[in-house]
Structure formats: structure tokens, C-alpha cells
């Protein structure tokens, strides 16, 4: 419950206290009427007035003000009543405190001074009926008793005011420090915007410019160079969204989004991002998927990934030998279903000490200077709230030397039930598996792969052989033809003639590591590691029961020839990588530093697609988006429109597709992002 609302509880429960008191008074009223014989006609009217009173409170018509002005013109009647007759004169005083210290609570001085000046008016219409009278005689006792109910009913009064005075200054100063605190967390956002700009602009210079030399180099050595360098400025990338993310949820400024996406698109994009580094002696990743997750999710795909990035490189960190299992499954619900993220990996562990530390913030296990992880100690603590901001929750389990489990599960809509993978042809599949076991130091990584092997297999209802040894594999395959034979490279490269021969009679593929490739002659496939499910049922779908069809390791190439391209940015650099990056697609690119530059082209020529960069001078992106939409217009044309920005703060996305753009691309470019939009949009 923030402050609004709980003020508004408070006002409607001071109302209720007022109420009674009208009520109470009222019954007091009746009582004396018809005890002192007071006038019959003017009770029924207050008592029509308390009814009204309660009718208003309990239907909550009108404002909560307009409602406290009603209750005190009917209490302050009621008061009123009391006080014009003369045998009320010693009751007025009593009554009008009750009713000042009441009204403290509801914070409006006009009202009670309202109130003290009815109270006046009755206390100097009793003095001037008492003085009338003949029969009353003011004694030192009469005298004393006045002077007492009057300081009684000032120094009520008094306090009344006073506390109310003190709370209307303690609402000024708060709602002072509230604005401050919106101004200060408006310019931390503002400040960590430019921040991402700054940050972002010339990161993207380095690793567009890398991934440019790295095409157009045949130098091997400058290629390799050239991808450390692409390597650090995407690891920098990754440090900069994690300062971001940490700030917005410390700020409480996080924005959570729902998009539509696929599982698997989420789940390439994140197992591509783990091979940027370049690491050397990585851990076997082994990536399980249910196969009946539904296709087609509703929730914010970059957070989940961002979570499943975080766990993966967390548990990659920390096994420093072996092998990390990372299963995503589902649990049905009346939403929906919880999407299921488990990362097991066999490395150091931590002790419980460490795991509530981890739970209690930010938290590195090797914090020392001399430490060989990099990082800023940000990820689980960011796991940790991007999770609870999604209404899911984080379980870790783990024991030193042991291993660590992190259990992840969000909530999410389901667009599309349909299974996420699933086997064409599957009657005609006949597999078989080659693994010698003896090769795994740790017998929890062979496990890891058999698990993955045996949900595929029996999710789809496929057969499968499992061998141990080259004999038994080459006994097998002389006594039974099979469709697939699934090695791995150290296997392969054993006996790599047998299994290029094989080749040409059954589909060979051999799970490998990065950088392996078969023999030239061949026509192995090859699946390079991390080894998931979708890789696997991706193969097995390229089965032709009619004939086998050729099958590379690598995806046709994305051709754009004949697209025409406009790209917008201020900084030249960024104009010269974007230019770089987009003509290896075909396209036919040219390119402005200025909104009124673009409205100039436009006007002149008539582009399929623009990238628009978000923060332009004099004229931003917004702005001139639109006005080319209305050139566009005018010319009875129409292009796409790509926002391009260095704005990885919560609500980007959403800013400019509620503005009009057709897609939004983040800085610095990630190649697998950019082809999804090109392929979507084009």
C-alpha cells in the first residue's frame, strides 16, 4: 500500500469515528427533547441528516472531502441544537471538545474553526439568556465553572489545531522529499541513460569495426585479433547492462514487458552470447528442453534470457573441470504454465553461509584483488530481482566440492500450445549413439548426456542404440542399418576414415567441440558444443525418408540484394560500422548524420527500410520519425523503420513501439538480433 493510499484508509476510518459521534449525539439529542421538553420539529431533521450521513459514507458517493464538509455541517447542527437552550448551558463546552478533538483527525482547519465560531456564537447566546434570566444568579462557583469549560474547550481546541497544523506540515515536508526524490531518481535515470549512450557509442564502434575486419581480412592472425577485440567489447557490453539492470532494481525503476516469443529462438540467442568470450577449457554444457514447453510464450523474453545468461555464466565461472546441465521444462498452471530454468553444474560449491549471503545481495566468492573471475559480483544478485520482478523465485542448492543446482521458475501466458519441437518423419528414424564413457573424468557429465539423449528420444518416441565401445559400434552397424549415427569429436577423430566412409551411407553427426571440423572430403555433420535439444531434433528433421539430402554445419547466408537502406546517426564511426555490417547482406546502403538530412533523402529517394538512431541532435529519432512518416505519406509511400539506440533502459522497447517503429535494435549490434529483425521485417 503506498502513502495515497493509505491516507485514504485513514480519512475513511476517521469517518466512520465521526459518524458514531453524530450518531451518539444524535440519540443524546432525542433524549433531552423529550426530558427538557425542547422543540419536536427540528430533531426529525437532523435525524434525516445522520441517515443521509451514513448513506453517503457506506455507497463512498462524492469526494472524501465533500463527504467531511457534510458529517460536520450535521454534527456541527447537532451541536448547535444543544447549545441554543439554556439548560445546555454547562453540556456546550463538554460536547464542542468531543467534537474538536474528533475533527483533529480529519485535517481540516476551516472546518473546526467553523466549529469554534458556532461554539462561540452558543456559549454567547447562553451568557446573554443567563444574564436575561432572574432566577440565575452567577455565584464565585457559576463563575469558576465557566471560566473552566471555556479553557476547556480552548485548550481542545488548541490541541486540535496544533495537530493538525503539524500534520499538514509533516504531508508538505514529505511530499517535498518525495519530489525531491522523483527529481533526484529522474536525473539518476537521465544520468544512467547518457551513461548507457556514452558507454554504448564507442563499444559499438570496436565491436562493429572488429566484425567488419574480421569479413574483410584474409590475415588469419588479424582476424583472430580482431575477434578479442569484438570479445572484450561485448564482455564490457554485458558489464554495462549489468550496472543498468543492478541500478534499475535498486531504484525500484524496473520495467517488466511481455512480448510473444519462442523458447527456442531465446534459447539460440542465449547459447550463441556464451561463445563471444572466446574462453579456453570451457565446461561441457549440456542444455535439456520438454518438448511439450508450449511454442509460443507471452513475457519479457530479454529478461528470462538475461536470467538464463546469468546462471549459465555463474555455474561456467565456478566448474573448473566437468560439466553443467541445463534442463527447461514446464509446469502447467490456469495462467499458463511456470517455465522451469535448472542449472547443475560439478563445480567448487558453496556452503550455506555463502548461499544466505547470496540471498541477502551482492556477493562474490572470490572478492580479492587477485581474483582470475572477472565480474562485478552483479549476477545473481540480478537474477535474484529480475526473477521476483517477474513473480517468479530463485531456489539454490549446493554443497562444497560438490556442485551447485540453481532452480529458477516464471510465470508466463501461453499464445500458441502447440509443442515447441517436435519429429517429422519419426517412424523412419533409426539411431544409434557411440560414447565411450571411460573418456569422462567426472561420470556426471556422461549422465548429463545421457539424460539429454533419453528426453529426446523418448519425447519424440524414437529409437535409439546405445553403444560403449568402436567394436560394438561396428558390430551394430553391420547387423542393422540405421538412419543416424551420433558420436563425439574425440571418437571421431579415432577412426575418422571409417566414419567418413560412413558417412556416404548413413547421416554421421558428431557433437564437437568449438572450432572442430571433419575431414574436407566428408560429409559428417557436425553440431558444435553446447550440445541442446533443438540441435538435435534440427538434424533429425533434415532427414529425407526418400533420399538423403546434403546437410552443412553452417545456415544459408541471409541475402538482402536489392534492399535499399537508410541509416541515421550523428556519429560518423557509427555510420561507417553500420554501413560495414549491412552490405554484407546486399543490401544497398546509404546513410545521413542528421534527422533533416534523412527528411532531404527521403524526399528524393525511396528506402525499404530505415535504421533510425534514438538520440539525434536538434531533432531526435522520435521526432524525426514521424515526420518522415508524413513525407512518406504525401508520397503515398511507405518504408520500415528500425529504432537503433544505446538506451538499454526498461521501457525502450515499448516506448517505440508504441511510437510506430516496426522493430527496435539495442547497441552495441548483435548479428543474431539484427537477422531475426531483417528476416521478420523484410
Known sequence: MNQEQYEIERLRSVHLNILVVITLSMIGMWVETFL?????WMPPFLTLGTVMAWYIHIKQRYSLRARLYFYAFVMWAIVVY??????SYFDLAPVAAIEFAMLAQADERRILRIGLALFGFCFIWDTYQAIMD?????????????????????FTYGIADDIIRKRMDDRASDEKQITE???MRKRTEDFMANISHELRTPINVVTGLSSVLIDK??????KDDARHIMSAGLRLTQQVDDILDYHELESGALTITKETFMISSMLNDCLTSLNVYERTGLPQIIVDVDANIPEMLLGDQRRIKKVLQHVIDNAIKFTPAGGIYVNLYQVKREYGINLCLEVEDTGIGMTSKTLERIREGVYQVDSSRTKEQAGFGLGLRIVYGLVHAMNGFVRITSEPEKGTTIHISIPLEVVNPKRCMSVRNAEFLDMIFYQNPSKFN??????????LIQHVITAQNLTLQRVSTFEDLDQMLKDHQFTHLFTADEEYSEHPFFYDDLSREIRVVVIARQGFTASPDSRVSVIHKPLHAFSLIEILNEYDPSGMSSLTDNAKALSLDGIKALVVDDERMNLVVAKG????????????????KAMEMVRQTHYDIIFMYHMLPEMDGVEAYHRIRNILKEQDENSLFVALTANALSGAREMFIKEGFDAFLSKPVVTQELERILKTLL
Not at 581 to 596: K, L, Q
Open 217 to 222: 581480412t584474409p590475415d588469419e592472425a588479424v
Open 134 to 154: 432572574p432566577t440565575f444568579v452567577f455565584t464565585p462557583l457559576i463563575i469558576s465553572r465557566i471560566v473552566l469549560h471555556l479553557c476547556v474547550s480552548s
Open 581 to 596: 555490417i549491412f552490405t554484407r547482406y546486399g543490401m544497398d546502403v546509404e546513410v545521413a548524420n542528421s534527422g533533416a
Open 181 to 183: 526524490q522523483t527529481l
Open 36 to 40: 427538557l421538553d425542547w422543540e419536536y
Open 82 to 87: 444543544h447549545g441554543v437552550h439554556s439548560t
Open 442 to 451: 567426472i561420470p556426471k557429465v556422461r549422465d548429463y548426456y545421457f539424460r
